[in-house]
């Protein structure tokens, strides 16, 4: 895939219709010998009939050959024609006729269709000029990636959209809906726009908490909502909806990441997953032991969880920004890190921060749970059923005194995958019914609905089973979770009402956390990924060098949103409270600028010997 047209549109050199200054232009590299860009010209001369604004539309060669032996001659035909003003005559003429069945005959025949003059075309052809420009054009186009036909350039992007009218439309002259939602798209894809989501959505909460309209703030997220089922009934407030349900979404996502690492991932291998998971475990003892030396004995020591957390939405992103410098190994292994770390953030709230226990509500949620692993276990691959029981799993969760979003945790565990399934067998199925039904539509002899239908239920057939249920489950989460669940956590709780009273950077909670974060996590974790390299039990992602090991290590010192979490749960004293997640956003900051320096200045891998430290 192409970002962008490897030249742009000449009109001395392109053949081109309609207004070459026009900023609405459809660039195609096309063949002749191509069914599939046989069916694509009737559909852009459609969109080029109802246009009712100037567009460029150009057409450049790039013959296959798997269109058979002559597939520079039809393109060499078309440019012959050119010289006597003819190309876009003979180049209609030739879709029409040429079909890779005798195709010097039908060249013949397209050029008399479009009226050439025959002997001054024949000499043309024979011109090698002509072939060496033509050959030119197809080594430009596989240089920048353009292999396959046909490829459209809209607007100076390569086009992915369906081959509609339409659709086709709607890339060369977007209306503002379209434009929103493919900047959005845009947004969604780049890697660091979970965090800044985030960032965004924290700033928001701080500067609301400490303006003039702080009451409205606080009297929002104190609203209480609730539901009555017969004589139960439950009731809290928003704070705590978005803190013990919207949360409970984002521990399923987190849960069926883990769940797909464990299977497939980083962490399928025993040998791979040491090393993640060694530097995840020095990662959280480190920073709970830094935050107990200043806070062991006093009423802060509940809280040695809080800077254990790693968020991975943050530190991803702040790797993303630094682009090539990072090697993808070491962002792979950052990925699994903070996964690995996620699931000690888990053990540590269902272990350590749990609110006295209700074995009746523990007793239901093993009876759900159980349900949920014989549905596993009897290849239940419908998600409905998971989901339904998995509400049922949180109401039980919720009233046993463990925190209610290990239910999402748990369904994450019962939600089924498949066995990966060969590729291309399941391809040549897809293929094979559409094949049918171009050849069904060709001859006339099919309903076009009908055999819309017919097409549409054979995809949703490979694409369901190439896709497993937790697979399909994570994909259809993921955005919600990130751009959804997250910002409101952060618009929930990232409210702190600062003042100078508050800002006790000396203290001993403060002193804990963000030396615990900025300090503990990077020691942590360089320590637990040498001492397992060391000792030969695993290795350091081969192409990262020993200090781009210790600026992730910095990175992982974000603790933001599972930080705040645990924090919720370690203090119910509100000053605490507010005083240990404004040390969390002050640690954040700086270990995201610490790191983000850092790898930036890194060196490369070859600097440093891979045995070196």
């Not at 450049?60 to 024609?81: T, V």
């Not at 407030?237 to 409970?248: E, F």
Request: net charge negative.
């Amino acid at each position: 895939m192409s970002n962008g047209m490897p030249r742009p549109i000449e009109p001395i050199r392109d053949h081109v219709v309609g207004d070459p200054e026009a900023k609405a232009a459809v660039v195609e590299y096309g063949d002749y010998g191509c069914a599939d860009c046989r069916r694509l010209q009737e559909v852009l001369r459609e969109v080029r009939d109802e246009s009712g604004q100037p567009l460029t539309y150009v057409f450049r060669h790039l013959p296959l050959a798997s269109s058979g032996e002559h597939e520079l001659d039809c393109a060499i035909a078309s440019e012959a024609a050119a010289r006597q003003g003819m190309f876009w005559a003979m180049h209609n003429s030739l879709f029409r006729n040429v079909h890779l069945a005798d195709v010097p005959q039908q060249i013949e025949t397209a050029a008399k269709d479009a009226g050439l003059d025959l002997e001054k075309f024949e000499l043309d052809r024979a011109d090698p000029v002509i072939a060496e420009e033509v050959r030119q054009d197809i080594e430009q186009a596989r240089a920048h990636g353009i292999e396959r036909v046909p490829t459209l350039f809209i607007r100076g992007r390569e086009y992915q959209g369906a081959w509609d009218v339409d659709s086709i439309q709607e890339a060369i002259r977007p209306p503002l809906a379209a434009r929103v939602r493919t900047l959005s798209e845009e947004f969604a894809r780049w890697a660091a726009a979970g965090g800044v989501i985030l960032i965004v959505f924290s700033l928001i909460a701080l500067i609301w908490r400490n303006s003039p309209w702080s009451e409205s703030y606080e009297h929002l997220w104190h609203i209480s909502a609730g539901f009555t089922l017969g004589t139960q009934s439950l009731s809290m407030s928003l704070h705590h909806w978005v803190n013990d349900l919207l949360m409970a979404i984002f521990f399923l996502v987190v849960g069926l990441e883990l769940k797909r690492e464990l299977l497939t991932g980083e962490l399928a291998d025993v040998k791979r997953a040491v090393l993640p998971v060694a530097a995840a475990l020095g990662g959280m003892l480190a920073p709970a032991g830094i935050f107990l030396i200043f806070n062991l004995g006093t009423p802060n020591s509940a809280g040695w969880g809080v800077p254990m957390a790693t968020d991975i939405a943050f530190t991803l992103g702040v790797l993303a920004l630094l682009g090539s410098r990072v090697p993808t190994s070491l962002k792979v292994f950052a990925a699994a890190l903070a996964i690995a770390d996620d699931l000690g953030a888990i053990l540590v709230l269902a272990v350590a921060y749990n609110h006295g226990f209700s074995w009746i509500a523990i007793s239901a949620a093993a009876m759900v749970t159980g349900v949920l692993i014989v549905m596993n276990r009897v290849r239940v691959f419908a998600l409905w059923p998971y989901l339904s029981f998995g509400a049922l799993l949180w109401l039980a969760v919720y009233f046993s005194g463990l925190h209610a979003t290990l239910a999402g945790v748990i369904l994450a565990a019962t939600i089924p995958t498949r066995r990966e399934v060969r590729l291309l067998p399941m391809l040549a199925q897809g293929a094979i019914g559409i094949r049918q039904s171009i050849a069904r539509l060709e001859a006339g002899s099919a309903d076009e609905p009908h055999e819309r239908e017919r097409i549409t239920q054979r995809a949703r057939t490979v694409i369901g089973r190439l896709e497993p249920p937790a697979e399909h489950l994570e994909h259809l989460l993921q955005p919600w979770s990130s751009f959804g669940v997250l910002p409101v956590f952060a618009l929930a709780n990232a409210g702190i009402a600062i003042s100078l009273a508050s800002l006790q950077l000396a203290d001993r909670l403060t002193l804990g956390i963000v030396l615990g974060l900025v300090l503990g996590k990077p020691l942590g974790i360089f320590l637990g990924t040498w001492l397992v390299h060391r000792v030969g039990i695993g290795e350091k992602p081969s192409d990262a060098t020993w200090q781009q090991v210790l600026g992730v290590g910095c990175l992982c010192g974000i603790g933001f949103t599972m930080s705040i979490f645990i924090a919720n749960e370690a203090f119910s004293d509100v000053q605490q409270l507010d005083q240990a997640k404004l040390a969390i956003m002050i640690a954040s900051v700086l270990s995201a600028m610490t790191g983000f320096v850092w790898l930036r200045r890194s060196r490369p891998s070859n600097v440093v010997p891979t045995s070196s430290v």
